[in-house]
């Protein structure tokens, strides 16, 4: 419409002439709105809300002397309030690209001012602090032109080649180099460590493997062999078996053998030996008789005719033993019953006859004595051939193993094995 303004949303809209000012200013503010404007009795000029940037490089000298070059970015507006925009209006209406100039200034004012009183590793290692106390220093005269700041950031911070920034960092950068080597060799020491376990467990893998594979083969293999060696191990063993019954027969046949040895040859040797022993004793007997009739004088002829004799009556008793059939039931211990039963008949008609002999009167003639012993001395050897037995001829056996006793002519004394006198 004719004659109606309306200011941009980052504008504000200064109306003057007239009476156009509000609270003793030279103009109207408007923002936010339109208003009529009367032509040619009314100007209308826009200051512009919108932010601003101001760049700032500084050569800055710090409290240790070093200096430095610092460069700093300055984000600034214009106030939102008709103070702000008055104030800003009645300096920078005419040229608003002063406003960034003139702020950038004034930054750079404050920044040296700042810079001054720190010290290189409070300024690189405290940015932020720089940043607010400069702030915070050009706070008031932006406030005064009608200037906000919103930000300020330190951009970079250099000691144009003195090297004091780099040495300064040098232990750091040692300190994180020698962390980054650690943690590298960290990191190959874990990579080949894994490297190892992954071909370890491979390895293992592998052995088991092998092992699993080589007792399934030995299975294989063992059930192969005994397959092929289930035949010969039958045949074996029945040959074994055989064997066996053969050496079990052979050891039958030869006990066999051991007793028909024992029954034909062992007994009767037997029986032969103990013949030979009563033998020998008699013989020793008529030994000691010969001996005794030596030492007396009135029975020397007697005794001597009775030692005589006496062999006779055992010879002949023992050639009716050896053909006599006798059944002996217990061995040799039979035999040797025998034999002492023989023995003892002899021994008993030796003693019967010495005994009458000592009874008869010591006065008799030695001649008549001699006649009697010589009739008792033929009638003793005839008496045993006829009571030994018939060649040929069983004898009757006694349980045990024992033979009965012949009696013995009563010419000769009293009957075998009863001791007494006639």
């Known amino acids: 419409m004719f004659g109606f303004r309306v200011p941009a ?5 200064l109306i003057s ?35 601003q940037e101001a760049e700032v490089s500084e050569q800055c000298v710090t409290k240790q002397g070093i200096a430095l070059q610092v460069r700093a970015v300055i984000a600034f507006k214009v106030g939102n309030d008709p103070e702000s925009i008055v104030n800003a209006a009645q300096r920078f209406l005419s040229d608003q690209d002063q406003m ?12 040296r001012s700042i810079v ?23 706070k008031a005269e932006m406030a005064k032109m009608g200037l906000i700041v919103d930000s300020l950031q330190i951009q970079s911070i250099d000691d144009m080649g003195a090297g004091y920034i780099d040495a ?47 007792q399934y083969k030995a299975e294989v293999d063992k059930a192969q062999a005994e397959a092929g060696q289930a035949g010969p191990l039958a045949q074996a063993s029945a040959q074994r078996e055989v064997i066996a019954a053969q050496t079990e027969l052979a050891e039958r046949q030869a006990e066999l053998r051991q007793q028909q040895l024992v029954a034909e040859v062992v007994k009767p040797a037997e029986a032969d030996a103990e013949r030979v022993r009563v033998l020998a004793r008699a013989d020793a007997e008529r030994m000691k008789i010969q001996a005794e009739a030596a030492a007396s004088h009135d029975r020397v002829a007697l005794d001597r005719m009775l030692i005589d004799q006496l062999p006779q009556i055992v010879r002949e008793a023992a050639g009716g033993l050896a053909n006599a059939n006798i059944n002996v039931l217990n061995g040799a211990e039979g035999l040797g019953q025998i034999a002492a039963g023989l023995v003892s008949q002899g021994l008993s008609i030796f003693e019967s006859v010495r005994a009458n002999i000592a009874s008869a009167d010591d ?47 009563p010419n000769l004394g009293p009957s075998a094995g009863a001791g007494g006198r006639r």
Do not use: C
Not at 9 to 13: K, L, N, Q, S
Not at 120 to 136: G, N, W, Y
Not at 375 to 394: D, I, K, S, V, Y
């Open 9 to 13: 949303p980052d504008e504000a809209m």
């Open 168 to 214: 300064m960092a040098a232990p750091h950068n040692a300190a994180i180099q020698r962390q980054a080597k650690i943690a590298q060799a960290q990191a190959n020491q874990a990579a080949a460590e894994a490297e190892q376990e992954s071909q370890r467990k491979q390895a293992e893998y592998q052995r088991q493997t092998s092992i699993v594979q080589a």
């Open 17 to 51: 002439g007239g009476n156009a000012g509000q609270n003793g200013t030279p103009f109207r503010v408007v923002t936010g709105h339109g208003a009529f404007v009367l032509p040619f009795t009314r100007q209308v000029s826009f200051l512009t809300l919108a932010m």
């Open 363 to 409: 006065d008799t003639d030695r001649s008549s004595a001699q006649r009697a012993l010589s009739r008792n001395g033929q009638a003793a050897a005839a008496e045993p051939a006829a009571a030994a037995p018939a060649a040929g001829a069983p004898a009757a056996a006694t349980p045990a193993g024992t033979t009965e006793r012949r009696p013995i002519d």
């Open 100 to 111: 960034t100039v003139l702020a950038g200034r004034i930054f750079a004012g404050h920044l």
């Open 116 to 138: 001054g009183s720190m010290t290189v590793e409070e300024i690189v290692t405290e940015r932020q602090k720089l940043a607010t106390e400069v702030l915070d220093g050009s």
